[in-house]
């Protein structure tokens, strides 16, 4: 199953059904680590550390430093960027989806746009 860090800015209604759908979900949420007033950079290189999925709704910057770690040949165990038009029930069912049917490592130095 995966390892998710959800970042700050992410809805936690959308985590809160997740958790109820997938009680065996391994997420932990930025301010829970820490992680809630670092960069972008910072927060991708704590998720390389641990080998944790960030879950974001920023499409901008966060994907962007992903790329950046790609190319440097830095390690990215993967991003999923939920659009924040997506509706909160469409975005739990996907997420269920893509930890309960994931391995660990399918996702390494790929940013995934929801829906799919």
């Not at 049917?101 to 995934?112: A, I, K, M, R, T």
Request: charged letters at 30%; glycine letters at 6%.
């Amino acid at each position: 199953m995966l390892r998710l860090l959800i970042d700050q800015d992410f809805d936690h209604d959308i985590l809160r059904g997740l958790r109820l759908r997938t009680s065996e979900v391994d997420a932990v949420t930025a301010r829970e680590v820490g992680l809630d007033r670092k960069s972008d950079p910072e927060v991708l290189a704590w998720a390389a550390t641990q080998r944790r999925i960030v879950v974001t709704h920023d499409r901008n910057t966060m994907t962007r430093y992903a790329y950046d770690r790609v190319r440097d040949g830095q390690p990215m165990p993967g991003v999923f960027v939920v659009s924040r038009e997506m509706p909160t029930g469409s975005a739990i069912a996907e997420l269920q989806v893509l930890v309960q049917c994931s391995q660990e490592g399918e996702w390494d130095g790929l940013v995934v746009f929801l829906p799919l």
